[in-house]
């Protein structure tokens, strides 16, 4: 079995091989200044503009990261400084454009609220235009009356 470094080699040439390992290198150092508790729940998602963009599976781990996130800069300015890493953007995963981070409590209340609306668009369907109407109707009326008065 051929080592990776070979086979990026071999793939993409040495000079994208060289820039490929780097970027790897440095993924792996992230994890490692984050230590052990923080790394599983704060993943690099990319690196734009010398920012490099992660995701966090809850905001407390936000916040935490938030504590140290002027010493994470400084280990990775200090050890890549080609890459001229000037900011970390931590964002709550799930949200926004792309996948989540892992499947956590809001991933399952969003597949199950996704299965509901096609339960209800299902069902919808089979009702006569009149029908559905009422049923528009009520369920506005019911929110209408649950909002609390301003």
């Known amino acids: 079995m051929e080592k990776a470094g070979n086979l990026l080699n071999h793939l993409l040439g040495s000079a994208l091989s060289r820039e490929a390992e780097k970027y790897s290198s440095f993924f792996h150092f992230f994890n490692d200044i984050l230590g052990e508790q923080l ?15 992660a995701e966090a599976s809850h905001p407390g781990w936000i916040q935490t990261f938030g504590l140290k996130k002027a010493e994470f800069l400084t280990r990775i300015s200090s050890r890549y400084p080609e890459l ?3 900011d970390i953007h931590v964002k709550l995963a799930g949200r926004g454009k792309g996948p989540g981070l892992q499947k956590g409590a809001g991933s399952e209340r969003s597949q199950n609220g996704s299965r509901e609306k ?4 299902s069902a919808m369907e089979h009702l006569s235009d009149d029908q559905q109407g009422k049923v528009v109707k009520q369920l506005f009326g019911q929110v209408k009356h649950r909002r609390p008065p301003v």
Do not use: P, S
Request: glycine share 0%; net charge positive; proline share 0%.
């Open 39 to 53: 790394a599983r729940q704060v993943h690099i998602r990319d690196i734009e503009k010398n920012v490099v963009i």
């Open 84 to 86: 001229k890493i000037r």
């Open 118 to 121: 096609e339960k209800i668009v």
